[in-house]
DNA sequence: CTTTGTTTAGCCTCGT
DNA sequence: ACGAGGCTAAACAAAG
């Protein structure tokens, strides 16, 4: 019987992998983005299950951070203290749980040799040559996985994780290391660093440029947000757009027209009162909820 | 020091 | 049986 009061699977432990955990957490948040220590935070406070053993599981959840390709870093900006980066998802990760299970992902996102070899040397110049090549001024972040889509498999050209983490393992600000680079930073090329890294990468001149998500009137979960990015002046940083772009979506999926940047956080609180309803049924979520 | 992050290893479960 | 994915342990480095 569904205990009044009672927000979640009490000491149960919750039919989500680590992956899936990690990635509400994420996507519920307002940046799109966490600290790891928020990610511990998100899951501790709503399952139970997840206050003991905090040292084993969190162990694992940090192996599977570093471990999967469909994690990014973002390093932090100077006027953000604190310790580590934030944690996002991949831009091009799509939509891991299209089977409807949460506990195991229809196939990893993972990353070719060659792509992981072929930044060794300068990320960033890999970056911006594949980048500027592959998105156009105009074009929808969510052209993006076009390339990606070939039934065969992973084998799709997806050179922006591994530059990703060589950017972010550079520490530096997207915009400094381009100034550093001596790019001119064209403001087409700006508002697509600022859609992929609206933490990282943001420009002045586009601030107004991409859709805008107001932080403070979502809380899903009941989450307070409050305070949680702004800086020490109280002032709202940049807000991002939701990171993720198209992902390769089957003929008929309910998703198409849901995933645009005007939708704003996914319903995921709807997702876990549902949750609530099934549980004990086994039945797993839909995964169109968690990561849309 | 603690926290964060990376990596390797082994075992498990699941689907084919 | 096999492979992919998930979980845990552990060693280790780096950063705050």
């Known amino acids: ?80 203290p604190g310790k580590g980066s934030f944690w996002a998802l991949h831009p091009d990760c799509g939509d891991m749980f299209e089977n409807g299970s949460f506990l195991r992902r229809r196939k990893r996102f993972k990353l070719l040799r060659a792509e992981h070899m072929a930044c060794k040397g300068s ?11 592959h998105h156009h001024p105009g074009a929808k972040l969510a ?16 050179i922006i994780n591994r530059d990703y983490k060589g950017v972010m393992a550079s520490g530096l600000p997207l915009t400094s290391v381009m100034h550093h680079l001596g790019y001119p930073v064209p403001p087409q090329l700006s508002s697509m660093v600022n859609s992929m890294w609206p933490h990282v990468g943001m420009l002045p001149e586009s601030m107004g440029s991409v859709p805008v998500h107001t932080p403070t009137d979502y809380a ?51 997702m876990l009162e549902k949750s609530e309803m099934l549980e004990g049924k086994g039945a797993p979520l839909h995964p169109a909820l968690l990561l849309s």
């Not at 509400?24 to 600290?35: G, T």
């Not at 990320?123 to 090549?133: G, L, T």
């Not at 052209?143 to 997806?158: L, R, V, Y």
Request: with cysteine.
């Open 1 to 80: 019987m569904p205990r009044p009061g009672k927000n979640s699977y009490s000491d149960q432990k919750p039919p989500y992998s680590y992956i899936s955990l990690t990635a509400m957490a994420i996507q519920n948040s307002v940046e799109k983005m966490l600290p790891l220590s928020d990610i511990y935070k998100f899951i501790m406070d709503r399952f139970p299950y997840y206050r003991e053993n905090t040292q084993r599981w969190q162990n694992s959840l940090r192996h599977n951070l570093s471990f999967n390709d469909c994690f990014i870093k973002i390093p932090r900006r100077p006027d953000q």
């Open 123 to 133: 990320p960033m110049m890999h970056y911006f040559h594949h980048h500027h090549h």
């Open 143 to 158: 052209a993006a996985s076009a390339h990606h889509e070939h039934p065969a498999g992973p084998t799709s050209t997806n």
């Open 220 to 270: 899903p979960f009941g989450m307070s947000m409050k305070g949680l990015y702004q800086n020490a002046n109280g002032q709202a940083l940049p807000v991002p757009v939701p990171i993720k772009p198209t992902p390769s979506l089957g003929p008929g999926t309910a998703l198409t027209g849901l995933q645009s940047g005007s939708t704003p956080l996914c319903s995921a609180a709807l």
